[in-house]
């Protein structure tokens, strides 16, 4: 079993939907996660973090963190097709910033 | 956000050669700097994590002998990828944690190197 786990996808949506990533992970001791986007070609970018049970909203992203379940997903709003990238979950146990990354959503939004 | 650079972001060489990447931490203190190697459609594959003055720690499987990282100073960590082989043609991504660039242990993440062995 992994240590983070998403669905590789493609996730599809159309534009204007909302899209849905979900990450479990594994190791009950992490303290802080991270949602990263990446283009095709490009290196990842911070988008969302989130250390607290419960939702967190900037903008059209709202990350959703529930410990109990070791569960974190992030939604995104009326997805446009500039959203379409591969979307990298991670987890830290607050030790020395060494986060442990999925494998990546690529989702696709339709025009 | 925090920013870190890399630079070449492109390089090519003939097999046999060594490479030099280099990372910069631009407005930040960066204590911790990660190499991460990633092939086409793969997933992030952590190298190696080096700390400012010390010995870079490497995941299994990774050849420290070939792949020398230097971290000494709180703003740059120079990766060199020795002997380069066209196996080695990957995109080299590093990012950085530091004390006052990430609170909550985020990594900002370079642009990237792409390095192509002929």
């Known amino acids: 079993q992994k240590e983070v786990e998403q669905n590789s996808g493609p996730l599809s949506v159309p534009e204007g939907a909302i899209a849905s990533l979900n990450c479990t992970y594994s190791?009950?001791?992490?303290?802080?996660f991270f949602w990263y986007r990446q283009y095709s070609g490009k290196s990842p970018e911070l988008i969302m973090f989130i250390y607290s049970n419960g939702d967190k909203e900037d903008g059209r992203f709202t990350a959703q963190l529930n410990k109990a379940s070791q569960y974190v997903s992030l939604l995104i709003r009326d997805s446009q097709p500039s959203d379409s990238a591969t979307y990298l979950c991670a987890v830290n146990r607050g030790d020395a910033g060494k986060s442990t990354f999925g494998d990546g959503t690529t989702l696709t939004v339709k025009p | 956000g925090a920013v870190v650079s890399q630079h070449p972001s492109r390089v090519i060489c003939k097999s046999g050669t060594s490479v030099k990447i280099e990372c910069r931490s631009l407005?930040?203190?960066?204590?911790?700097m990660f190499w991460y190697r990633q092939f086409p459609k793969q997933s992030l594959m952590l190298m190696a994590t080096s700390n400012e003055g010390s010995k870079a720690t490497y995941e299994q499987g990774v050849e420290k002998d070939k792949f020398l990282i230097n971290h000494a100073s709180l703003t740059l960590s120079t990766l060199t990828v020795t002997s380069a082989h066209p196996e080695d043609s990957s995109f080299y991504i590093c990012?950085?944690?530091?004390?006052?660039?990430?609170?909550?242990?985020?990594?900002?993440f370079g642009p990237g190197t792409r390095l192509t062995v002929l």
């Open positions: 990012s950085a944690h530091g004390t006052s660039g990430g609170f909550y242990n985020e990594q900002f």
């Open positions: 190791d009950r001791g992490s303290q802080s």
């Open positions: 407005d930040f203190q960066a204590t911790t």
